[in-house]
């Protein structure tokens, strides 16, 4: 199925994911854009200035807002990114989390069957892996439970799997790792990547949670997209889960002297204690479903996709500087 002149839904679009991936469908000739985001952790300005997309104010909570969207917009296509992220947030909020992650996306599949959406595109993540020191397998079902976020995320990949089955709704689920690029603010909430920019290019020294030797795996934003859209246009995809991951695995002892001397920072590391809920060591991903799928896979170096990063945080100064 091609992307090309559909009417394509995206929740979260006002991230870092969802805007850069709206950019993309741009590229590509999608006629028509929604964009559903409550703002809570993206932002409006990201998105590109185009007729074709409209930005709706709202959340994937709100079934009214949803009954309006679906019956005026008619959407084929629907990206899910929309989430009450991530981990400590949900420990912090796990009703919410609950709310958003899991009743949020029963109410868009919903809408999604009775409204004959042609592609159903659910972004789940990693989190829903146990720990391993084995790559992450994305035949495995998601059995994770340290945080309500992966729990929650565990529990709509489920749903998104029954409606699949039951209602023959044209599903494919994405299990995303570490996405990082331009479009993502700092945060209490965010992602380790713009957080340590942030303080980088402040000149102050980055808070290392635990032994620094735990490894993470990390994806240029535009490397996730690509892959999101690759596979949304593959008829074969229907009913499968893919990791979408780089090899770009790293100590975050050795990501944090890397965004340091790409951004001259002489303060440093510190060592804070691991968060309690944080048992996973090593975070990697089998691709061979992908690849095999794709026939290849994007992969920009982290260098390079952290070099990009950081040109882009320069031009936000109040989000980076302050």
Known sequence: MELANKRVLVTGGAGAVGSNLVRRLLEIGVAHIVVLDDLSSGAADVLPDDSAVRFIEGSVRDEELLDKIFAGEEPEVVFHLAAHFANQNSVDHPIADLETNAAGTVALL???????????????????????????????????????????????????????????????????????????????????????????????????????????????????????IGLAQKDEAIGGTFNLASTNDIAIQDLADTINRLTENAAGVEYLPARSWDKVKVRRAKLDRVRDMLGTLPNTSLEAGLKETIAWAKQFPQKFLV
């Open 110 to 228: 919903t809408r999604s069957v009775k409204n004959d959406v042609k592609r159903f595109i659910y972004t789940s993540s990693s989190c829903v892996y146990p720990h391993s020191e084995e790559p992450f397998d994305d035949a495995w079902a998601p059995t994770a439970y340290d945080t309500p976020y992966t729990v929650s995320k565990g529990v709509a990949e489920l749903y998104a799997r029954f409606y699949h089955e039951h209602d023959k709704l044209p599903v494919v689920i994405l299990r995303l790792f570490n996405s990082f690029g331009p479009g993502e603010f700092p945060g209490k909430y965010r992602n380790v990547i713009p957080n340590f920019m942030r303080l980088a290019l402040q000149g102050k020294p980055l808070p290392i949670t635990g032994t620094g030797q735990e490894r993470r795996t990390f994806t240029y934003v535009m490397d996730t997209v690509d892959m999101m």
